[in-house]
């Protein structure tokens, strides 16, 4: 992996992959749901839509042919630290995607009839979420531990806020946020450094915006305890979330965490999987999973099952977290880290995941890790490493989100679980 910074304050980082034909292009802004004011609320997921619209030179339409000519994939996600547009291409067509996607980054118009189109598009994707509850109670929990901070809330913002949001604050946000410093371009596959640092400082310079330091981020300090959240929904199945105080990404304890995270509830071996469905045959789905940020996270344990099967599902999911750090084996250490091994290995024979790994890492701010090191925190991960974090983080309140045929009225029959 190379990495310079530019004058203008742009990061490119690379890595050289010459056993393919093809490269993966990623512009990293540092700027995700968390930086929104309560008024701009889904702005960072909008303008992710807005900047497919055009530039001065592009339409819509020409932004997609260019690509589509070449065979080339481009596409972009917004969560809620940072914004990524990234485009797939063979090694002869970076300099083609980098021109592309630098336009896109430098000269979004965000044009008002192109804001009110595409404001139907977001807010359909929000209907989405909301007839989606086993997305939505990801979303609740969330809420239930982090409070009022912005991690808590939706990434894509709300019915209300998007229709609110105009064409004005969604392009002083644009001007704001999408500056020189808080670029990443990434880029792995068949390409040299070199490459790739040439065609960044021509095609952005300094974005025609100065840079003016990174968004103020304020870490979370008060969060949600024996919390119940239940929405309503007439569905056939119940989905439930038990969630606790997460590990920031820069945390020491977060390899731990991984292979705990592996034994509770990653895989058809962990443990969820087997005691809920496989021995009692009351979920068809179940796991656990971590979700890190660089000042916070959580961590959650999710099942869907039958609305008869609730009370049963709720308690058998606290008592495996409760249970954790004093029941787990040696064993169970041992295939976990050999799964995190083999899925961090097999992650990373394509070029994307390979892109998404180093932009991530340097966009975030967090420890410019290897492979080879990743691999090796992970086997040094010992049983009491696993027993230390299971109490540092399962040991908190425990908060519980339950989406189904439940009305807010119910929560008492839950409340013992969660005290």
Known sequence: MEQTTLTSGVTVVTEALTSVRSVTLGMWIAVGSRDEAPIQAGCSHFLEHLLFKGTRTRSARDIAETLDRVGGELNAFTSKEQTCFHARVLDRDVPLALDVLGDMLVDAQNAPLDVEAERQVVLSELEIHNDTPDDLVHTDVAALILGEHPLGAET?????????LDRDTIHDYYLSHYRPEDVVVAAAGNVTHEDVVRLADDLLGDLGRPGTGHSQRHAPTEFGAHNISIRHRPTEQAHVAFGVVGLSHSDDDRWALRVLDVVLGGGMSSRLFQHIREERGLAYSTYTYASSFSDGGLFAAYAGTSPAQVDDVVKLLRDELDNAADSITDGEIDRAKGALAGQTVLALEDTASRMAR???????????????????????VTLDDVQRVARRVLGQPKNLAIVGPFTPEERSRFEDVVA
Do not use: N, W, Y
């Open 156 to 164: 894509l913002g709300s019915f209300e806020s998007v229709s609110a």
């Open 358 to 380: 180093i932009g991530r890492q340097v966009s975030s701010g967090e420890p410019v890790i290897s492979v080879d090191e990743a691999l090796q925190r992970v086997q040094d």
